[in-house]
């Protein structure tokens, strides 16, 4: 069996074009999906998988890491989010062709499920876009998260801060710790919250303030801090607060993961398939957090491929925790696929049985949407003094 082509599809989903990979090989009907979507990269993405092309068309897709290894090795250059998109969305479809080769799921590849479902979370509103609540009215913040939870999930990720820089305003603090009592008040401790700071804090001390407000509610973690990459700080951070920390979706090696495992920074690391090298990044990364007594969390706010993929992955992997989705981003997410595997069941994905991923994109139906320039939200991350803060 050869690979004869690598093809992009790309989707237009509002605040991001979705990267669908297409790996064609020469036995009639025999192809893989990936997925290669990093918001606002999308030109440069779909020209890195070009350039990736000829490193494995005419090779045997069912070499896996071997031709990880063509990507990234005979590129010199280390991977940034860009390639690693790239060759994350190439090798996602190299799995999926390989399970429909062999007519198993690729989770039976990966070792075999360890779990009998996929717990997953959501956003505020499924993440609906033009349907989000400011934090500032604290009635309709809550209406809108019990809203969520109603709609058949047992956690929510809430955006519980304001835009920050290296202080920690007193009377935003006080307000964020009245919201998440709010929040918490609303929905009971049945319900795991978790809250993504997007790395907005510039200091350790602001960070502290606002995980010190949101900490007598019991999040299961507080999502990016800090920004990433400073491990050192972050596992201070870890040390001064009383609340579980995550970090990783924009962490792309084992090497870095390997530093946060060593210095115990976070409880929860949060790899995403799409951009840390697919599958086989992911259990690289899985098996580095195993050995620290680290669960792992993926992050996934994207399309329909991305969630097959993580699907796949979750069920394999044994120090899983929770996955995220953001199945509700277009009202159109489902119908853009031909075989769709994301079923909820009681707050959790139920195991798919088909070969492969289990997905497969209606070409025709994603044409609905072509490629656009995105709408950028962070666009709106300024400091009242004009200053650009972290979105």
């Given at each position: ?19 669908f ?11 893989g ?18 350039d ?7 090779e045997?897709p ?21 390639s ?11 799995w999926?062709i ?40 604290i ?10 939870v ?11 801060i304001?835009?920050t820089?290296h ?12 919201l998440a009592?709010a929040v ?50 972050m ?10 920390l ?70 394999a ?65 300024i ?9």
């Open positions: 069996m050869k690979i004869t082509s690598i093809e992009t599809t790309i989707v237009n989903a509002i605040h991001r074009n979705w990267v990979v297409k790996v064609q090989t020469d036995q009639p009907g025999l192809h999906w990936g997925e290669a979507t990093l918001e606002w990269k999308t030109r440069a993405v779909n020209g890195a998988i070009e990736l092309a000829p490193l494995v068309i005419g045997d069912m070499r896996i890491e071997h031709l990880v290894a063509r990507m990234t090795r005979f590129g010199f250059w280390p991977l940034g989010a860009v690693g998109s790239a060759v994350s969305g190439i090798e996602q479809a190299l999926d390989k399970g429909k080769a062999l007519g198993v799921p690729v989770w039976e590849l990966l070792g075999g499920r360890v779990r009998d479902n996929i717990r997953v979370y959501t956003h505020l509103r499924r993440a609906k876009i033009g349907a989000q609540v400011g934090i500032e009215d009635s309709a913040f809550c209406d809108a998260v019990q809203e969520t109603e709609m058949g999930y047992s956690a929510v990720k809430l955006g519980l304001p835009y820089g202080d920690a305003p007193l009377s935003a603090v006080r307000h964020t710790a009245k009592q918490r008040e609303r929905v009971g401790d049945e319900v795991d919250i978790m809250t993504d700071f997007h790395g907005r804090p510039e200091s350790l001390d602001a960070a502290k303030a606002y995980i010190d407000a949101i900490a007598p509610i019991h999040p299961m973690f507080i999502e990016e801090p800090i920004q990433p990459g400073d491990t050192p700080a596992a201070d951070l870890a040390r001064r607060v009383d609340c579980p995550a970090t990783g979706e924009r962490l792309f090696s084992p090497r870095e993961f390997a530093e946060v495992a060593e210095t115990r920074a976070v409880a929860f690391v949060q790899p995403d398939l799409a951009h840390c090298g697919g599958f086989s990044g992911g259990r690289r990364i899985a098996a580095i957090a195993e050995a620290a007594g680290m669960g792992v969390c993926p992050h996934n706010p994207m399309g329909p491929v991305a969630g097959a993929v993580a699907l796949q992955f979750d069920v992997t044994p120090n899983f925790v929770i996955q995220e989705e953001a199945v509700g981003l277009v009202p159109w997410f489902e119908d853009i696929c031909s075989s769709y595997p994301l079923e909820l069941v009681s707050g959790a994905w139920a195991i798919p049985d088909a070969p492969g991923l289990g997905i497969e994109i209606d070409e025709k139906a994603a044409a609905k949407y072509p490629f656009k320039q995105e709408e950028i939200p962070a666009l709106e991350a400091h009242g003094d004009g200053r650009i803060a972290h979105w």
